[in-house]
Antibody, heavy 120, light 110 residues
Framework: QAQLVESGGALVKPGGSLRLSCVDSGFAFSDYYMTWLRQTPGLGLEWLSH????????FYADSVKGRFAISRDNSKNSLFLQMNSLTVGDTGLYYC?????????????WGQGTLVTVSS | QSVLTQPPSVSAAPGQKVTISCSGSSSNIGDNFVAWYQQLPGTAPKLLIY???KRPSGIPDRFSGSKSGTSATLGITGLQTGDEAHYYCGSWDSSLTGGVFGGGTKLTVL
């Protein structure tokens, strides 16, 4: 069964940057819209961004718009999240997931998550 | 503060039925489909229900979903101790142009 594996989480100072990666071990990565989400003790589950299978359509949550950038490389079965101007509020466990075809709000095949800690 | 509203906790005995509510507004649940997720301790969320009432393959029919107006409900019958988890509802918000979630409901099987 295809799996999604996130990486790139780390401890970073406020104002810093990180680039998260999500690699798909399956063979149909380019068929799916993909999404990044995060989970924090304070806000629970939070949707961050969607990218279409071709990369031509992208959505962002207001909380990360202008600071985060989603991208994908279908030739490498990889999804990315470039995070800039990080704040303490961005601390959390970051997940990538597939968007179920035919939906925009149903996410499946979540990865195990990668931990981002923003602290001075 | 989550956009969708869920009760913080529910409980019921093994074998019984429980329902979890999710309340939203005309721009999210009222205008879009609802999904439900189960998060067992220490694991990532798992899709239980999509398109309000559809189950992905492998999800038992003990789990059901429904939607009416700006509210949705997850039902679980024949409760098992293994169902103890946090449950989240999610939808799309047409005004925000983004995904939204409830704050989660902790299910305790007494």
């Amino acid at each position: 069964q295809a799996q999604l594996v996130e990486s790139g989480g780390a401890l970073v100072k406020p104002g810093g940057s990180l680039r998260l990666s999500c690699v798909d071990s399956g063979f149909a990565f380019s068929d799916y819209y993909m999404t990044w989400l995060r989970q924090t003790p304070g806000l629970g589950l939070e949707w961050l961004s969607h990218i279409s299978n071709s990369g031509s359509t992208i959505f962002y949550a207001d909380s990360v718009k202008g600071r985060f950038a989603i991208s994908r490389d279908n030739s490498k079965n990889s999804l990315f999240l470039q995070m800039n101007s990080l704040t303490v509020g961005d601390t959390g466990l970051y997940y990538c997931a597939r968007v179920r075809p035919g939906t925009i709000e149903a996410f499946f095949d979540w990865g195990q998550g990668t931990l981002v800690t923003v602290s001075s | 503060q989550s956009v969708l509203t869920q009760p913080p906790s529910v409980s019921a005995a093994p074998g019984q039925k429980v329902t979890i509510s999710c309340s939203g507004s005309s721009s999210n649940i009222g205008d879009n489909f609802v999904a439900w997720y189960q998060q067992l301790p220490g694991t990532a969320p798992k899709l239980l229900i999509y398109d309000n009432d559809k189950r992905p393959s492998g999800i038992p029919d003990r789990f059901s979903g429904s939607k009416s107006g700006t509210s949705a409900t997850l039902g679980i019958t024949g409760l098992q101790t293994g169902d103890e988890a946090h449950y989240y509802c999610g939808s799309w918000d047409s005004s925000l142009t983004g995904g939204v979630f409830g704050g989660g409901t902790k299910l305790t099987v007494l």
